[in-house]
């Protein structure tokens, strides 16, 4: 499970919330199946939280990258 949060502070606008919480989902649903592992029995299931902190909309490929380098900080071992 895992959340994004766009401060109304950082963009002020609805549409480019609303853009960048769709990046950051799209980066996330491509790069899980190759860098999160799947649950094993017993295991906890992990709660993932990702906050923009930019001030601005960044393009689709810095956020892929983003997204990448934090799960594999989380996720060394993939």
Same mark, same amino acid.
């Given at each position: @499970? ?16 609303? $853009? @960048? ?7 996330y649903r491509l790069?899980?199946? $190759? ?9 906890? $299931? ?18 892929? =990258? ?6 594999? =900080?989380?996720?060394?071992? $993939?």
């Amino acid at each position: @499970m895992f959340m994004v949060s766009i401060p109304k502070k950082r963009l002020r606008h609805a549409v480019d919330r609303v $853009t @960048m919480r769709r990046r950051v989902r799209e980066a996330y649903r491509l790069l899980r199946p $190759t860098i999160v592992p799947p649950p094993e029995d017993g295991q906890p $299931t992990i709660h993932l939280a990702f906050l923009y902190v930019a001030n601005q909309p960044e393009p689709f490929d810095r956020v892929e =990258k983003a997204v990448e380098r934090i799960l594999r =900080k989380i996720f060394p071992g $993939t």
